[in-house]
């Protein structure tokens, strides 16, 4: 059995992946999933999305025919855990033992930031932040990769098992204000770009998408208001996951190990290789 495993999927980035995912495997553009395995807490968000999604599967394949005429189903699995909590890894992982898959995708996307200065923050926010970005992230891509590995040498070279992990453009940089997040997403950055060039020669592609503000609910959980929206210089950057997430699926196809999207985040990147950091963070405290 061939699947995918997106992470994040109840909502925003997550959600679009696994539409993009199952859209691309019904319709047998690249590779073809048998499951889409769907995770986050909210299991009445990933049933919603499962339904959503399966709703479309008539009009999908009555737009676009398969060549035998019958329908090419990709399930779609609801697995709700807790990233954070080490009992969920050990349950996908017994499960994965269980039932032998072929993992030729994995998204890692489930992530969170609080906003304001640390030390306002809870020691469990800056717990759940660093757990759920790094651990979890670092910890399934561990559990996963034995299920990548042997399909991986016996794919066509380019078509191997592909894994993405989104990062930020805020782990370009320190960002007073999103001081753990920041950090967070350096992590992955450097994390995923070091995975990407040891797998290389093992045809799995890494792929570290870079985005900057986007409109999900994330701003929203990392206000703690669900009216907030993004304010300053960052509103005028703010992308949607139509694009963003069409975009982070062709960079995995190409096997580009880095994707920043966006005008403004490219220039971040660039200033942030070519001026001090300390010139920069006098900047961005004027925004804080
Ligand atoms: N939106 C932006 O401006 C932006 C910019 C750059 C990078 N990013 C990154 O993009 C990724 C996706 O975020 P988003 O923008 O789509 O935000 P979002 O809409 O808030 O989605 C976050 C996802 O993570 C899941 N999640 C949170 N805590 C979890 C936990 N403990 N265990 C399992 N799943 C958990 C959430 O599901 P449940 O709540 O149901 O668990 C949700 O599906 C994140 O890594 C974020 O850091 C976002």
Redesign the pocket.
Known sequence: MNIAIV?????????EFVRQLFWESDNRIGAHYDEIWM????ED??RELKEEVRGSVFWINSKVPTSSGSHYITGLRVL??????PE?LAKLSARLQKEQPVIRMLI??????KNGAFAGQSQEDTH?AI???CT?LSELTNICLPYMLPAASSLPKKHGPRIIN?????GFLPQPGYAV?AAT?SY?ISFSRALAVELQGKNIAVTC?????????????SKDDPNAT?TGIKSKF?TT?DKLIPASIRASKKCKKMLVYGLGQKALHVMSKILPTSWILFFEKGMY
């Open positions: 992470t994040g999927a109840s909502s925003g980035m997550g959600k995770i986050a807490r909210s968000k990933l709700p855990m807790d990233l954070t909590r969920s890692n996307c489930a992530g969170m930031g759940s757990t759920l970005n979890a989104i990062a930020s453009s805020a997040y997403k992955v998408v870079c985005p900057g503000p986007c409109d999900t609910d994330f701003i929203k959980v993004f703010v996951t």
